[in-house]
């Protein structure tokens, strides 16, 4: 993927929708649904993930409520959706290996699929592409978040 | 698992800056609780009071080193919305007055402990 912006090592791939105070991500994807997940600098912030809970699929969530919820040594947190819809589909695998949110965050770490309700609306409040970037570099500077950190 | 959202969950710390190691984990289950959509109070009386006193908890460090201090984590309990109250009796113990609290916490008496208790859906106790 060569479309993938950087703020202090952290990755921001432009094709995704972001809450960026909220740290997460979405995929629009063809079926209609979207794929949310933690992105790069929450993980980072986050540190080596012990635990990953999420939430049942068939539960409706609004905008803003924990889809489920990551600790690690130093903290733990929900991981709160973006966008208010149905979960259809969980990632089973980050019950077995929490580590997938840190190691690929945009891919194999994604969290839950959703079907949208408000999508036509929500999407307004969301940034992408290089606004996206932007948007995640003032919050970094503003915020002085440290530098990424990839474990493999 | 049934849904968690909303139960009321009473987290009582009677340890305090005496003794480091057992002021992290209850403030830890707090947040976590939070997170996980429910309603959380801490309630800190006995040697529990002394962490609330201002420039006290940044004093305590999770793990040498880590930069993580009690201090870091009390504002992460507020940030997550759980609540902070401290017991009015206690306070005197410690002669602290409520100027010398953190911000976010709440001064309540030795009845509104049997209330919460009673209304909450479980109590932890340290």
């Excluded at chain 1, 912030?45 to 803003?64: D, F, I, M, Y």
Aim: hydrophobic share 40%.
């Amino acid at each position: 993927m060569s479309d993938v912006g950087e703020v202090r090592g952290c990755r921001i791939p432009k094709d995704l929708y972001y809450s960026v105070d909220d740290h997460t991500w979405v995929r629009l994807n063809e079926d209609g649904t979207v794929t949310v997940g933690m992105t790069d600098v929450a993980q980072n912030l986050a540190g080596p993930v012990l635990h990953a809970k999420v939430k049942k699929v068939g539960l409706t969530r609004a905008r803003g409520k924990p889809i489920g919820t990551v600790e690690s040594a130093k903290w733990v947190g929900p991981i709160k959706t973006p966008v208010s819809g149905e979960i259809v589909e969980v990632n089973e695998k980050l019950a077995e290996d929490p580590q997938l949110l840190n190691r690929d965050p945009y891919g194999e770490g994604w969290v839950v699929k959703m079907k949208p309700t408000n999508w036509d609306e929500e999407v307004k409040d969301l940034v992408t592409g290089e606004e996206a970037v932007e948007k995640y570099r003032e919050k970094v500077e503003r915020e002085d978040i440290k530098a990424c950190d990839h474990i493999e | 698992m049934e849904d968690l959202e909303g139960k009321k969950i009473l987290v009582i710390q009677t340890h305090g800056v005496d003794t480091p190691t057992r002021t992290y984990s209850p403030v830890y289950y707090a947040i976590a609780a939070a997170a996980m959509e429910m309603d959380v109070m801490i309630w800190f009386t006995m040697n529990g009071t002394n962490q609330l006193r201002k420039g006290e908890a940044e004093k305590i460090e999770l793990k040498p080193g880590s930069g993580v201090t009690l201090k870091t984590l009390l504002d992460q309990a507020l940030d997550a919305g759980v609540k902070l109250s401290v017991c009015q009796q206690s306070m005197d113990l410690w002669d602290m007055k409520p100027e010398d609290l953190i911000d976010g916490v709440k001064i309540l008496g030795a009845t509104s402990i049997i209330d919460l208790a009673l209304e909450a859906d479980h109590v932890m106790y340290f």
